[in-house]
């Protein structure tokens, strides 16, 4: 069986990717600065910091890799929500040399997390706007410029090679049963300490349950000879989540208290006209932008559904 390498072994995208692995009887190696998540005849944990270049480049040569996961270095799994100049530091370290030593190994297949804040920010009237990975780029926030410059690192590295195949995947804010930040993140006004909507709520969001993540992972890993699969993938739900179906879900779960109703059109004013000023914009991963709030912008998953189900919604996750 295949054994794949994974950073961030222990953080919310790793651990659901590596338990999905083992499940399927692949070897796993994972490393992370965090403790071990758990234990298994299958797994050989190693506790490091992602730019350790000796420790990583001695398991891609010597461990059999055939797959690198690479999870470090994404707010989901490693980063808060707001970044910090030293973890930009630190990404930038890694793409210096990790997909070069993944190819320089002989690693079949690498699989790096990027974000859907690749894409332009989409300011339209239409009822619904459909992005798909041929959609213009234009990474503003911090985090997107991270993972614009990891992008555009394994597209060197894989230049250099034929026998290694490069997986993008663009993942729209993820979430569990037990993880709701992201979610909470678009019906919760920190400053004012509460819960609000717009309307009945039927304006949605696009997300990415983590087990649908894991799920692609497998899938490709479990591509039969000739299918071609590397390249951008946006990796997210199949179908965005309306905000009354997040208010629901968080309350029935007694994760936020009272709602209230607010004006959407004082609110989209209001923030166009900060967000230009405000830093947050660009630093806090889950920033609100209230503008393009009732926008309904869904991230198109069809190429990814041909290799993975994507079958996990926020009615089923764990």
């Given amino acids: 069986m295949k054994t794949v390498f994974v950073t961030g072994a222990s953080g919310l995208i790793g651990s659901a990717c590596v338990e999905l692995l083992l499940q399927k009887g692949f070897n796993v190696v994972g490393i992370d600065n965090s403790p071990q998540p758990f234990e298994h005849e299958n797994f050989t944990f190693v506790e490091c910091s992602i730019d350790d270049k000796d420790k990583i480049?001695?398991?891609?040569?010597?461990k059999g890799v055939d797959a690198l996961v690479h999870?470090?270095?994404?707010?989901?799994n490693d980063f808060p929500d707001v970044l910090t100049a030293a973890e930009e530091k630190l990404s930038a370290a890694v793409d210096k040399y990790i997909f070069k030593a993944a190819v320089s190994a002989g690693v079949k297949d690498v699989f790096m997390l990027s974000t859907h804040q690749m894409y332009a920010v989409q300011k339209t009237r239409e009822p619904i706007t459909?992005?798909?990975?041929?959609?213009?780029?234009?990474?503003?926030?911090n985090y997107a410029k991270i993972k614009d410059s990891s992008e555009k690192a394994i597209s060197a590295a894989l230049k250099k090679t034929d026998k290694t195949k490069g997986i993008i995947m663009r993942v729209c804010p993820?979430?569990?049963?037990?993880?709701?930040?992201?979610?909470?993140?678009?019906?919760?006004?920190?400053?004012?300490?509460?819960?609000?909507?717009y309307g009945y709520g039927d304006y949605s969001y696009s997300f990415t349950c983590v087990y649908n993540i894991a799920d692609f992972i497998y899938g490709v890993l479990t591509c039969?000879?000739?299918?071609?699969?590397?390249?951008?993938?946006?990796?997210c739900d199949s179908?965005?989540?309306?905000?009354?179906?997040?208010?629901?879900?968080?309350?029935?779960?007694?994760?936020?208290?009272?709602?209230?109703?607010?004006?959407?059109?004082?609110d989209a004013i209001k923030d166009a006209a900060a967000i230009f000023a405000s830093k947050s914009a660009k630093t806090d991963y889950r920033y609100n932008d209230l503008s393009v709030a009732c926008s309904n912008i869904s991230y198109d998953n069809t190429k990814a559904q041909r290799i993975s189900t994507f079958r996990w919604k926020l009615s089923n996750t764990k």
């Fill in 57 to 62: 480049t001695d398991i891609l040569n010597n």
């Fill in 71 to 76: 999870l470090a270095c994404s707010v989901d």
């Fill in 130 to 141: 459909i992005i798909r990975e041929t959609a213009p780029e234009k990474p503003s926030t």
């Fill in 174 to 197: 993820v979430y569990t049963k037990d993880f709701v930040d992201n979610l909470k993140s678009k019906i919760y006004d920190p400053k004012d300490e509460c819960a609000f909507v």
């Fill in 224 to 235: 039969q000879p000739g299918i071609s699969y590397q390249g951008i993938y946006n990796v």
């Fill in 239 to 266: 179908k965005p989540i309306a905000a009354k179906d997040i208010v629901e879900t968080l309350r029935a779960d007694h994760k936020i208290g009272a709602v209230v109703q607010r004006n959407y059109g004082i």
